[in-house]
C-alpha cells in the first residue's frame, strides 16, 4: 500500500521557518487529499493543515493560518508544508497523511507517515 516519509524537521529559533516534505509511494498520489497533524509531548494530535487532490483548495486552523502554507508536487510524489514565523508552541512531531478517505478537515484519514521533529526554541 501506499508509504509516506516526512522530512525537514530540525531545530529552529523562534520567528525562523522550515519546510517539511512528504514523499508518497505509489501511482494514485494526485487522486487523494493530504492532510498534516502534529503532537506535542502530552497533548493529542492537532490537525494543521490540508490539501485537496488537485492542489487548489486548502485549509487550516486558526492558530497557524497565514503562517504556514501548505502544496503539492504531483510529478514529485510530494507535499510540502512551509512553516514561518515559528513558535516555540510550534513544538512538536509533525505528520503527513493522505490516501483513501482522507477528509479535509482531518476526521478521517487513510495512513500516515512516521512523523518528523519540529523543535523551536525562544
Known amino acids: 500500500q501506499e508509504q509516506l516519509v516526512e522530512s525537514g524537521g530540525g531545530l529552529v529559533q523562534a520567528g525562523g521557518s522550515l519546510r517539511l516534505a512528504c514523499a508518497a509511494s505509489?501511482?494514485?498520489?494526485?487522486?487523494?487529499?493530504m492532510v498534516w497533524f502534529r503532537q506535542a509531548p502530552g497533548k493529542e494530535r492537532e490537525f494543521v493543515a490540508a490539501l485537496n487532490w488537485n492542489g487548489i483548495s486548502t485549509n487550516y486552523p486558526d492558530d497557524v493560518k497565514g503562517r504556514f502554507t501548505v502544496s503539492r508536487d504531483n510529478t514529485k510524489n510530494t507535499v510540502y508544508l512551509q512553516m514561518n514565523s515559528l513558535k516555540p508552541d510550534d513544538t512538536a512531531v509533525y505528520y503527513c497523511g493522505s490516501g483513501p478517505g482522507t477528509q479535509m478537515d482531518g476526521r478521517i484519514v487513510g495512513s500516515w507517515g512516521q512523523g518528523t521533529q519540529v523543535t523551536v526554541s525562544s
Open positions: 505509489g501511482r494514485t498520489f494526485s487522486t487523494y487529499n
